[in-house]
């Protein structure tokens, strides 16, 4: 039985504090309509955020919620989940606090594949801060801190994610909402380490800069620019420049860390039972 | 404090005396006495020199380094040269003579005992080295009791290598014996 | 714990810490490779999944720590061990803590720095840093051990007051006491006082996550037990949520800092020898302690009426004893492996009532008890 997205928030916590035109709104209504069809347990979810604007989205959830350090959220995430496998455990990020700051983290908890679901509210830019550049703002895009253009090229996030060792990487927008719902979905679902990449419109910060005119017509860019996966695998690299390739980008199964660690545990405590565990050195 | 005794075992790194300092001051807490040991670390403890210090004491132990050892073991020339200076007035050195050639003047006792020599050609191997080391220098120094040495060795060796040891330990001993008569 | 022997044996400091965390109910650690503080994760490796607890080496130090908050607002009670260069990447979390209410060991082995320094040299140049090394005016408890017995004794100890105080209590070794080992005699299991954080005593619709409690504390509901609530290092009110009302923020610090200044007999340890007549005192912490006792023997044995103080509970700073006895002494004399960080403070608090003296080593190596001896006869 699906149930009224408002059950879900803090509806005391209210109005938010985004701006006009801004993605985010669109991007936790997806990630509502994914938990209320799985129908989690509020009890037994825990939402983890970090720095920056997405990441105050925690606060507004009726959940277990965490609002963390800069970049570090899925450190903390990493020590709930390896504390309490049972629990679902995500995190909503945006592209500074994921990929510059929190960079290291993001490959490390991506290479264990632990049991995470990762949002990453990617807006191309740092909004809270007033509009510097992020390691996601494209080449040749202006910000605060490139009134002249970025000189250095982004990454690709999702990409990045499938090398470290991520299960499962999917990219949606906030034009495409059923594709990001699904996708939240099936990362949720997956038992290992989800990336979901939601690229949403910062028309304060990005848009305006850039030739963007508001949020409406960054969200009409979104649909224009975006290219599903399928349709992607027939067009030439030209063909895709500038595109954003959206869909379910990668999936594979693969060992599960707090799953192996418990597993570790039954091999310990076994051995433990039959008295052979090896015993500390002198030295 | 009459009853302070303190050590240095110094060689190379490898060589086995941070084990060796941990197994006497085990040996000194089953003969019913205070015991303490530190070592050099780092780079050191990998390779290069490496020192073990114990000190054993009836009573409460302050202080934890050793200054002036009334007895030191020196492994290699390297070691000795260092710290052969140090040696306690009246203290006693036991020297490595399959790698001590030229063991500085010291005011004490000298014994020069094939101890690597030994443990390759008798036992078959250099790595207990320390362990002949070890039975030499209770047997001299009466710093711990036989028993008390074996047990602390046992403890602490991988399984296996129980005989191995023993025979390290004797020879040491026998080694010893025949330096002092 | 089964690996609590009533029996003497020989055990090193990081050791001691370990076992003694285990047997305080840690079941979770994260940490990141660090001389002199590695045989802490090593051991924690080895023995926490006997216990059906978890170990972790994460990325790096800001890493470690973040893990054992989270860990421990899951319900585990968490410990991570660095060393110098590894407890300065972890200040900006260590502040979380502090402001989040999340109890929380962390181990400091402290070795000679600045920056990358002398690694395996002993050192206390960290003390100041621990009371203020994160941003903002924040509560902490520093715990500092001369012993083998001690390191054991004050892990249980940090894990207990972390609990009780939903506080980050920083257990501060140096090298020389991590490193050494010594004869020990630990307590069994049911000797030890294991305590454990207070729960919430009302049902969830009920529930307010930070308002006070026992001792000025607030009950501590676990992430999974069904109190729904919102954890934040931002400035917050008493129901968690981000609040900047200068009314809520003073109000927050005050209580932050007042559970711990209103609990001091609690917090509070500290040791002392020969101090009923004595008129020069030797104040010293972690292993120049020993140096210290060494010296203060030494001196009584001469005739001189010397004493020593040892601070284990080095902050919250033990002021009212510290005055105390400022005003029967000539002389407090203070051996530091540092600049004279805790001179300082001591410096303080005692104002007009005796001279202070520091000796003061950074040359690596543990402060000879000659050289406190010397310096007791100087002051004579």
Not at chain 1, 212 to 227: H, L, P, R, S, T
Request: with cysteine; hydrophobic share 40%.
């Amino acid at each position: 039985m699906t149930r009224e997205l408002d059950s879900y928030l803090r509806m005391d916590k209210f109005p938010h504090m985004w701006c006009p035109g801004c993605g985010n709104g669109i991007v936790l209504r997806s990630l509502l309509q994914a938990i209320n069809e799985l129908e989690l347990d509020q009890d037994r979810t825990v939402i983890v955020g970090g720095i920056g604007c997405s990441s105050r989205a925690v606060g507004y959830l009726d959940f277990n919620t965490l609002h963390t350090t800069h970049g570090r959220a899925l450190a903390y995430a990493t020590g709930i989940k390896l504390a309490r496998p049972e629990l679902n455990v995500i995190v909503i990020t945006g592209d500074g606090d994921a990929t510059a700051i929190g960079g290291n983290h993001f490959i490390h908890a991506a290479r264990r594949n632990i049991d995470l679901t990762v949002l990453l509210f990617n807006n191309n830019i740092y909004g809270m801060t007033g509009g510097q550049y992020s390691p996601l703002t494209p080449a040749n895009s202006k910000a605060t801190t490139a009134p002249y253009g970025t000189i250095e090229p982004s990454f690709d996030i999702s990409e990045l994610a499938r090398s470290a060792g991520a299960s499962y990487v999917g990219r949606g927008t906030t034009y495409h909402t059923g594709l990001l719902k699904g996708l939240i979905k099936s990362g949720i679902e997956n038992k290992g380490f989800s990336l979901v990449e939601a690229v949403a419109a910062c028309p304060t910060a990005f848009g305006r800069r850039n030739k963007m005119k508001g949020g409406a017509d960054m969200i009409m860019w979104q649909k224009e620019n975006a290219v599903n996966i399928k349709k992607a695998a027939q067009m030439s690299p030209e063909e895709l420049e500038g595109k954003i390739v959206v869909g379910e980008l990668h999936k594979q199964e693969a060992p599960e860390y707090t799953a192996m660690y418990d597993n570790l545990i039954a091999r310990v405590m076994q051995q433990a039972g039959g008295g052979s565990v090896t015993p500390l050195k002198g030295n | 404090m009459g009853s302070n005794r303190e050590l240095r075992l110094s060689g190379t790194g490898g060589q086995g005396l941070i084990l060796a300092g941990i197994i006497i001051a085990d040996a000194a807490i089953r003969d019913g006495k205070n015991s303490i040991q530190s070592q050099s670390y780092g780079p050191e403890a990998r390779g290069g020199a490496s020192k073990a210090e114990v000190i054993i004491n009836d009573d409460e132990i302050d202080y934890p380094k050793v200054s002036h050892p009334d007895v030191l073991l020196v492994m290699s020339q390297e070691a000795s040269d260092k710290y052969a200076a140090d040696l306690e007035k009246g203290g006693i050195v036991i020297a490595d003579s399959s790698y001590v050639e030229n063991l500085p003047e010291v005011e004490g006792a000298v014994y020069n005992l094939p101890i690597s020599v030994t443990a390759r050609e008798q036992v078959g191997r250099e790595m207990v080295a320390n362990v002949v080391a070890l039975g030499a220098m209770a047997r001299i120094t009466g710093i711990v009791t036989r028993e008390a040495l074996t047990d602390a060795l046992l403890s602490r060796i991988p399984p296996g290598t129980e005989e191995l040891n023993r025979r390290a330990l004797d020879l040491g001993w026998q080694m010893a014996e025949k330096a002092l008569h | 714990m089964s690996n609590v022997l009533e029996m003497g044996r020989l055990m090193q400091g990081n050791e001691a810490v370990a076992e003694g965390a285990l047997a305080a109910g840690v079941r979770f650690f994260a940490g990141y490779p660090i001389t002199p503080s590695t045989e802490i994760a090593e051991i924690m490796s080895n023995k926490l999944p006997q216990v059906g607890g978890k170990f972790i080496q994460m990325e790096d130090e800001i890493a470690s720590i973040a893990a054992i908050i989270g860990a421990s607002l899951a319900g585990l009670k968490s410990l991570t061990a660095t060393s110098g260069p590894g407890f300065s990447l972890m200040q900006e979390n260590l502040g979380f803590a502090a402001m989040a209410e999340v109890p929380c060991v962390i181990v400091n082995v402290q070795r000679s720095g600045p920056s990358t320094g002398m690694p395996t040299a002993p050192a206390q140049g960290d003390v100041m840093q621990s009371r203020w090394g994160t941003h903002g005016d924040h509560p902490v408890i520093v715990l500092s051990p001369s012993s083998v017995r001690e390191a054991y004794d004050l892990a249980v100890k940090s894990v207990n007051l972390a609990e009780e105080y939903r506080v980050p209590v920083i257990l501060l070794l140096d090298e020389v006491v991590g490193h050494l080992r010594e004869k020990v005699v630990l307590p069994a299991q049911e000797q030890i006082d294991v305590l454990n954080r207070q729960g919430p005593e009302t049902p969830p619709e009920s529930f307010i996550p930070y308002t006070s409690g026992a001792k000025g504390v607030p009950p501590m509901a676990n992430f999974g037990d069904g109190y729904r609530h919102h954890v934040t290092g931002l400035a917050h009110d008493e129901t968690g949520a981000p609040n900047n009302s200068p009314v809520v923020a003073e109000e927050l610090i005050h209580r932050l800092h007042n559970k711990i200044s209103d609990n001091l007999a609690d917090i509070i340890i500290d040791d002392s020898r020969f101090l009923d007549d004595a008129e020069i005192i030797v104040l010293a912490y972690g292993s120049t302690a020993r140096s210290a006792r060494h010296a203060v023997k030494e001196a009584r044995r001469q005739g001189l009426k010397a004493g020593l103080y040892r601070p284990l509970t080095l902050w919250p700073f033990p002021e009212q004893k510290v005055l105390e006895i400022a005003k029967k002494a000539k002389t407090i004399i203070v051996p530091e492996m540092n600049m004279g960080q805790y001179r300082l403070e001591v410096e303080r608090v005692v104002g007009k009532h005796c001279q202070v003296k520091g000796v003061n080593r950074v040359h690596g190596e543990l402060i000879k008890p000659g050289e406190i001896y010397d310096t007791i006869l100087e002051v004579v």
